[in-house]
């Protein structure tokens, strides 16, 4: 049982930045993809970034993020960060952080483990 716990979510700005983190309570292996999800109201859950331990860190995007967002992993703390620049107010969603030791699920919602989820808000 993989426990995962999302804190730096809040209201910032557009074109402002803000960086998520996860923590995992217990350490994953390397066949472990951990990513990032966000839902928005009244929206379906979607894919936003993932980053593949065994891969070396290779990370895919969504491409409403490609360029701004930045998935990143420390192995010795067991975290993964979203690093979220250029914020635009439909980025506004809660942000959930995932994890699955099947990497074929990336791009899919029905991943292994969630988050509890953190509130990010972008005002215009």
């Known amino acids: 049982q993989v426990q995962l716990i999302e804190s730096g979510g809040g209201l910032v700005q557009a074109g402002g930045s803000l960086r998520l983190s996860c923590a995992a309570s217990?350490?994953?292996?390397?066949?472990?993809?951990m990513g990032w999800f966000r839902q928005a109201p009244g929206k379906e859950r979607e894919f936003v970034a993932a980053?593949?331990?065994?891969?070396?860190?290779?990370?895919t995007y969504a491409d409403s993020v490609k360029g701004r967002f930045v998935i990143s992993l420390d192995y010795a703390k067991n975290t993964v960060y979203l690093q979220m620049n250029s914020l635009k107010p439909e980025d506004t969603a809660v942000y959930y952080c995932?994890?699955?030791?099947?990497?074929?699920?990336?791009?899919?919602?029905?991943?292994?483990?969630w988050g509890q989820g953190t509130q990010v808000t972008v005002s215009s």
């Open positions: 995932a994890a699955d030791p099947d990497s074929d699920k990336i791009g899919r919602v029905d991943w292994l483990y």
């Open positions: 217990a350490r994953t292996d390397s066949r472990y993809v």
């Open positions: 980053t593949i331990r065994w891969s070396g860190g290779r990370s």
